[in-house]
């Protein structure tokens, strides 16, 4: 397979858009980045999105998006594996790409959903846990990260405060991202008082429902190099894995198989460590996943995830920068969009356009986006070199 | 790209299965058509269903049945273009096998339609469509293809009873498919008697809403080869081409222009023209669409396709033999799932396993699956040789 690189990247700030619909908002980000990579057709698009058919009564996002850009004869196909459909529409390019079945192709992520109630949108992210043995129970996702919080702070003798420092950094990062859907920082009283969830998820534990799009081209890295319009971000690690889909079916709730196994395969295409990353943005929909990523990741031993935080390690100066443009917590987590904005943020990075956000020397960037808790993980490597 | 082949093949009968849930369809089809490869484990799983979110209440398929398959730690995705979903996920999953990302994939097609009420049915059918611009303005999908029906009759000057036969020929193929949903022959009277859904459009000429979940397990040829458990079935074509997602963006409704460039590309890759393909399993949700489908893909002259139909060229002994095991009039059309029921169908012929529906000396089938009233068209075309 010949190796893949970004040529353009867009999205749009993430908010309530009441005055946009699903389609504008993908129409925004898609144009963008094909402006971006200065093309203006692309031969396939890859759409990741969740969850279309009820908050928009709108599936078949492939022609529908297709169409409206302009490139009605375009392959287009919608990819969906819950949180992390994002990624997954990544991904299906990238193979598309670089086996040579396409020459360039758009993906796009997009997600719309205030055009329904809180309610209807929980009822909604609860189709990504086990229908009979979850959410029928009555659990929602705040409530499954709520039992494994709870368990990891009793397993390995953590305080609730300990986690403070994922949302401080992933709020003062969304302070520098003019995208972001918080752009300001919190402070640990903030923190502290903020409303409890699920205890001991707080309002500040968790990610907001949120509307946004963003959107990359890819191709070949020797057409890219072609280009020279930017500094050539390259994909140098691609994987994927599942795990059981409920909780409880597996043998540790508080290890992320998927995400060891996905970042195992990664690192070994990328012929690196985790010590060579120069930063990561991974999937803190809740806090508890940021710490639990960071140990299956090897960027902490199992149950000292926490300690990077308290010791300021996932700063933008730390060891292993973390959310550096605010993270699911502050850029805000529009579901089948975040995946695909972890990757435009990356590329930002190791571009060199990461603003008041900028990692200095920023090599080697990592994803990670996660589909339900824990159940459906894919990890992206990016270069610049 | 390496050539990819089918070696296994499992599907449940199309039918109400009020006794089973999508989840235990999908695992019939799917462990059937490992034990059919005789293989114990796959590398990726690509899973084509439309509406689980809304019927069953369960969307994150990929990992949902990964994990009830004893499979968790595969990559699993599911994939939606709305009616052609099955045949997207396919060819995502060809994609990756054929550019050696993964060595053998698994594709599911599965729908569970029957849970819900048939309103509900209808209401999530039309997400496939426009929502702005033909859903919300009442115009269902039966409704769509009645328009299209009458404007061709109007403009080809065909009468009604020249389309009987696309429903004769798939309800006498269907009587010879135990997995098929009407296993009954019907005749001219009942053609003519049957109840009016959208005129011209009668029960007769229209798909039914059905449960059902088919499987495929593919490799490359190579090790397909060392295999040799059944004749080989390569894929010799695989091409995917979007259209505007509304009827009436387009400049002549009356052909379809994405299947015209799927089914165009895919005799390109097969080298092969028309005249060499010994069966078509095309997407006859309703009459109408037989006739489109055969246009566009050079078998019948524009405005021409109901003579292939009076002329019994769609007969098993005729031309061009479609629907040869029911197809989606008669075998039935669980939404997601058609698509590989069609390339399971294809398989069956192409290895000399369709029993009564045998076509005699089978070499060359070709499918056609189509999203929206056309608006996403997926060509796939096999050989034994």
């Known amino acids: ?139 929602s996702f705040v409530g499954l990260n709520a039992l494994l919080m709870q368990r990891y702070m009793h397993e390995y003798g953590w305080q609730k405060a300990d986690f403070a420092n994922f949302a401080l950094n992933a709020h003062a990062n969304g302070a520098g991202n003019p995208k972001a859907r918080f752009q300001r920082a919190i402070t640990m009283e903030q923190y502290e008082k903020a409303t409890m969830i699920a205890p001991p998820i707080n309002i500040m534990d968790a990610s907001p429902v949120s509307d946004g799009a963003a959107a990359v081209v ?15 971000v390259s994909i140098i690690g691609s994987a994927a894995s599942t795990d059981s889909i409920t909780v409880h079916g597996r043998k540790d709730p508080l290890w992320l198989t998927a995400a060891y196994e996905s970042a195992k395969v990664a690192y070994g295409q990328a012929g690196i460590s985790p010590s060579e990353i120069d930063f990561f943005e991974l999937h803190d929909a809740f806090s508890i996943m940021s710490a639990l990523s960071l140990e299956a ?25 973390i959310a550096t443009r605010g993270g699911l917590k502050a850029r805000g987590h529009p579901v089948g969009a975040t995946g695909v904005y972890q990757i435009v943020e990356a590329a930002e990075q190791l571009r060199g356009e990461a603003g008041k956000n900028q990692i200095e020397n920023a090599r080697i960037g990592m994803t990670q986006n996660i589909g339900g808790s824990g159940s459906n993980v894919i990890t992206h490597i990016f270069s610049n070199l």
């Not at 009441?18 to 898609?30: D, I, M, P, Q």
Request: aromatic share 6%.
């Open 218 to 232: 890819i191709t070949s890295t020797d057409v890219a190099n072609s280009l020279r319009k930017h500094p050539i």
């Open 297 to 321: 990741c090897g960027f902490a031993e199992r149950g000292k995830g926490p300690r990077l935080a308290l010791d300021g390690d996932i700063y933008p100066s730390g060891r292993i920068p």
């Open 1 to 139: 397979m010949q190796q893949v690189a970004i040529i353009g990247i867009g999205s749009t700030e993430v908010n309530e858009h009441w005055e946009y619909s699903l389609r504008e908002l993908a129409g925004f980000a898609a144009l963008a980045a094909m402006e971006d990579a200065e093309v203006s057709h692309v031969d396939g698009m890859f759409v990741g999105n969740m969850m279309s058919g009820t908050a928009n009564r709108q599936q078949h996002l492939g022609a529908y998006l297709s169409d409206w850009i302009g490139m009605p004869m375009i392959e287009g196909v919608r990819i969906e594996s819950a949180c992390s459909s994002g990624s997954a529409a990544f991904r299906a390019a990238l193979i598309s790409v670089a086996s040579g079945e396409l020459d360039t192709a758009l993906v796009i992520g997009v997600e719309k959903m205030t055009d329904v109630t809180a309610s209807e949108i929980s009822t909604e992210l609860s189709t990504a846990a086990d229908a009979d043995w979850e959410s029928d129970q009555g659990v």
